[in-house]
């Protein structure tokens, strides 16, 4: 087996491992009070800053960031985890999409008024390995220690694998075995978002029902969500919204 292998089967190891999620509280550690938590503050002012006198790019993302790392801390809140969990979750998720800052983007491959051609496509899709490279980068040049803490696997993780799909036909090709509970959420509910977004070619916002049913590859016999989630989260997820909306979306 290669290195490169070894390593691979090391990492999922590592995040197949939901009790790690429990394992610390993001707010009151000492080495991430210490070492992180005003990085955390930089590197967030540093995503809404990109674009700034372009775009406004960053605004938009963070305010996604924002919104996806609250509705996956809501859900693993409904499905059972602990206060802790849907905390540390957050912290992680936050900060999930920092690779569309990477230096390779210029800000308006993000805010393109068509869609995007298949080589700007592909372009894109590598920004969740270059956020997980990102985040790498920056610990082991400015805080080593990071590295053995189980913050730093969880939002690397979350970084590079919130597009996977259950179908293993995501970018890094992991299916069901491999993907942790707060792995298999950030899919689905930055999904929900992405799905949600007001876009050029999608100037009309689908509502929640009409996003929840297309994840649930309801209405299109060519969906493209079909397979890719955790059908049992999802379900969780579409009751939690249910009840949060007061909706039907089955009917
Ligand atoms: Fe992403
Ligand atoms: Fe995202």
Known sequence: MSI??????????????????????????????????????????????????????????????????REGARLLRFIGFSKIAAINFKAATLFHDIGKINDLYKPQIWTLKDRPTSEQKALQKRHAALGADMWQEWCVNEAPEIRTHPHYTIRRAVTKYHHERIDGNGPEKLSAADLPVFIRISCIVDAYDRVRIKRPHRPKRRTPKEALRRMMALDDAQNKYEGAFDVDLLTKYVEMKEQELDIRILQ
């Open 4 to 69: 490169e292998n070894t390593m691979h089967e090391n990492e999922k190891q590592i995040i197949n491992d939901d009790s790690l999620i429990e394992s610390y509280d993001y707010r009151y550690d000492d080495l991430l009070r210490a070492q992180l938590h005003s990085a955390d503050r930089a590197m967030f002012s540093a995503m809404f800053q990109f674009g700034i006198d372009s775009n406004q790019f960053g605004k938009r993302l963070t305010a996604h960031q924002f919104r996806v790392a």
